[in-house]
């Protein structure tokens, strides 16, 4: 009911002219578009029953994200609810059940900052410092690449707090309230597929709570990137059917030779790869969805798995889709283009291709005992 009621909003309130007319705008959403789908049962369905949700499990996460990717949706759900919202809910849900509501209904907002410049996508290597003085935390460092970070009330920051490094242990998670917070700067800036990040500078930043125990957020924060990755890999999903119906009509309506070119048997094969690529795209998403709550190693194992055969299979179906449809597929105007943008910065989001079949390997040589 909600995947039908999700996607009949889409189709009915969200053209393309209604994203197009925020892209430029800030925050870079309709907010009355996010309240009216957090009041469809968006938020809810994306947090578990104990935090006064009514879904969170990966299945969840995968059916609305899938519909959000037909409609390429800019709302902050990915960073807000999906990462913020179960991060808070994962360490300490009584604590934080007042904005954990916020976030779920859509009064306010929050991102997470967890990547560092020149460290690629590894959630160990923290060079942002938080020191502890006389029971106060002191946070000095920088993030990159926070996403919606920009307009978030508030923000969820790794920083190392002991050990070396690029050590697992040693990372601690902070809640910064962005509109009391004197040391934060944000260098805001849009993506080429029409969404918005930012780049986050901390010089001796008190931040609003320690988030858990200290020196202990990277199991948590893993997991919460986990749910990420499950929730782009649906909405690439979403985009590629999209992809793949725009191309289908155009191949039976636009004519060559006194004929559809969707007759001719080149094009028809290529249209079938496609077809191809997006079931086993579907196939990744519903392994990483149901070995979302597994351990560690077989959740990030399917996990990488799905956000490696995602990115090069929607990578194929945006090349092809734009080469089949010929110059038209270019424009701005069309919005094919605008759909092949995002299922390209989707790859690079939480982890590219690379990246993740390295994350694949490592998890896949682990013995049985050390899975455990």
């Not at 968006?42 to 990717?69: R, T």
């Not at 649906?234 to 191949?251: D, R």
Request: aromatic letters at 6%.
């Amino acid at each position: 009911m909600l995947a039908d009621s999700l996607s009949r909003y889409i189709r009915e309130q969200y053209p393309m002219t209604h994203r197009m007319a925020h892209c430029d705008i800030d925050p870079g959403y309709s907010k009355t578009t996010y309240r009216e789908l957090t009041d469809l049962g968006i938020g809810g369905a994306l947090l578990p029953e104990s935090c006064g949700g009514f879904g969170g499990s990966g299945f969840d996460i995968a059916l609305v994200f899938e519909e959000l990717g037909r409609g390429l949706t800019l709302e902050p759900f990915l960073a807000s609810a999906v990462m913020s919202a179960n991060l808070l809910n994962d360490i300490s849900p009584d604590t934080h059940q007042d904005l954990i509501t916020a976030l779920s209904d859509g009064t306010k907002t929050a991102a997470l900052a967890c990547y560092e410049p020149d460290e690629r996508y590894a959630l160990n290597r923290v060079n942002c410092v938080a020191s502890c003085s006389n029971g106060d935390w002191i946070l000095n460092g920088r993030k990159s690449h926070v996403i919606n970070g920009d307009s978030a009330d508030y923000l969820i920051v790794s920083a190392r707090s002991s050990e070396s490094p690029d050590s697992e242990t040693g990372v601690s998670l902070y809640l910064i309230d962005t509109a009391n917070c004197s040391g934060l700067s944000r260098q805001n800036y849009p993506t080429v597929d029409g969404y918005r990040g930012c780049n986050v500078t901390l010089n001796n930043v008190t931040p609003t709570a320690l988030l858990g125990h200290a020196g202990e957020g990277y199991a948590t924060l893993e997991k919460t990137v986990a749910r990420g990755v499950l929730a782009l890999c649906a909405e690439a999903l979403g985009a590629m059917q999209v992809c793949k119906e725009m191309t289908v009509e155009y191949l039976q309506t636009r004519k060559q030779f006194g004929v559809a070119i969707g007759k001719f048997q080149v094009l028809q094969h290529r249209t079938v790869d496609a077809l191809i690529e997006i079931e086993q795209a579907r196939s990744a998403v519903i392994n990483a969805a149901g070995h979302l709550d597994a351990d560690r190693a077989h959740r990030e194992k399917h996990i990488a798995a799905a956000k490696n055969l995602i990115g090069r299979s929607a990578r194929l179906l945006a090349e092809e889709s734009i080469q089949m449809h010929g110059g038209i597929a270019m424009t701005w105007e069309y919005n094919l283009s605008h759909y092949a943008k995002r299922l390209i910065m989707i790859d690079h989001l939480l982890g590219d291709t690379d990246y993740h079949l390295q994350r694949f390997m490592r998890f896949s040589a682990l013995t049985p005992a050390e899975t455990t």
